[in-house]
């Protein structure tokens, strides 16, 4: 890149970043950041030190360090792992990202600080494995489904995959993986499974929070009557329908592939309509995380706010002139 697209480049990137310290979505996200913050710090603090529990990504690796050489601030450590994760990583990303991550890294490590020393007393290790799953999930998800950042992992994963093709799922595992090592030969097998027993609940609950509890079937139906079924959906379920040109592999006929979107409680009356008028259908079906659209999330639900349509004058009143 030159310098002088290079000037441009950052330009922009600065524009985009005044144009979101204007935007509601982004001061949103800054609060959730802020809550999420304080649950994950109570989870840490109160739940897995005192038992001894490692977690996954960089906060795992902090965890490490802070159990074989005592450290006086796991928030200290947490942000010193973060200061070369940036300087490498601060070109492959956004500028927006970046300062969002950075003020996420700031409000992170002051809350494991602020609430150090704060106990939650359980004796059951799989009772503190599954709590602390559900807090760090739910704390976690929250910031993850507006944009959110705490930085750490999620740099390492974009820079290996854009210097060197490594996958960013292969990142995730290996580092976790690691984690799981080293709260075994640091403590033992015992601790290493309650760790995998509480990341898995983590997981498991930040994609419940992410989807909000309200996951979606995608559908593909492949029918000799496309459009008497299109018309049952769209009058009997109230979804919208999409038509797909394709062609039959083995009879290489001209069909229409119905594709729609519907949740579960649509399913199964989406099957029984399918029964009777076309037990010979070939049906797919897939769950999807979210959809934002008519019937479903709007770009306000999410907390963005659409620019506003200025019309020219040589626009205006011409909406309805032919094309």
């Avoid at 489904?145 to 093709?165: C, E, N, P, Q, Y």
């Avoid at 995998?196 to 509890?213: A, C, N, Y």
Wanted: no cysteine; net charge positive.
């Amino acid at each position: 890149m030159s310098k002088i697209a290079s000037k441009d480049h950052m330009r922009q990137e600065i524009r985009y970043l005044l144009d979101a310290f204007r935007t509601f979505a982004f001061w949103k996200t800054i609060i959730l950041m802020i809550i999420g913050s304080l649950i994950i710090s109570v989870t840490v603090n109160g739940l897995l030190i005192p038992n001894s529990f490692f977690d996954g990504g960089i906060n795992g690796l902090s965890l490490m360090v802070y159990y074989l050489f005592g450290a006086p601030s796991l928030g200290v450590i947490y942000f010193l792992f973060n200061i070369p994760i940036f300087l490498t990583g601060w070109r492959a990303m956004s500028l927006k990202f970046i300062f969002v991550s950075l003020v996420g890294v700031f409000i992170f490590s002051f809350a494991l600080n602020l609430l150090q020393g704060i106990q939650i007393s359980i004796k059951d290790p799989i009772m503190v494995a599954i709590l602390a799953g559900i807090m760090k999930g739910f704390g976690t998800g929250i910031y993850l489904r507006v944009g959110g950042s705490f930085g750490g992992l999620d740099i390492v994963a974009t820079v290996l995959k854009k210097k060197f093709s490594i996958p960013m799922g292969n990142t995730f595992i290996f580092i976790n993986a690691t984690t799981l090592i080293g709260a075994y030969l640091i403590y033992d097998l015992n601790i290493a499974l309650y760790t995998g027993i509480f990341m898995f609940v983590d997981g498991t609950v930040i994609e419940k929070v992410q989807t909000g509890f309200s996951q979606r079937k995608t559908v593909f139906i492949v029918s000799e009557k496309p459009d008497q079924i299109a018309e049952q959906v769209i009058k009997r379920l109230d979804r919208g329908v999409t038509f797909f040109k394709s062609s039959g592999g083995w009879s290489h006929q001209e069909k229409k592939v119905i594709y729609t979107v519907i949740n579960m409680i649509e399913l199964g009356r989406l099957k029984e309509m399918l029964f009777d008028i076309d037990p010979d259908a070939f049906v797919a079906i897939s769950n999807t995380s979210e959809v934002i659209g008519k019937r479903f999330l709007s770009w306000e639900d999410e907390g963005f706010t659409p620019p506003r349509k200025n019309k020219s004058p040589q626009t205006a009143g011409s909406e309805n002139q032919p094309v």
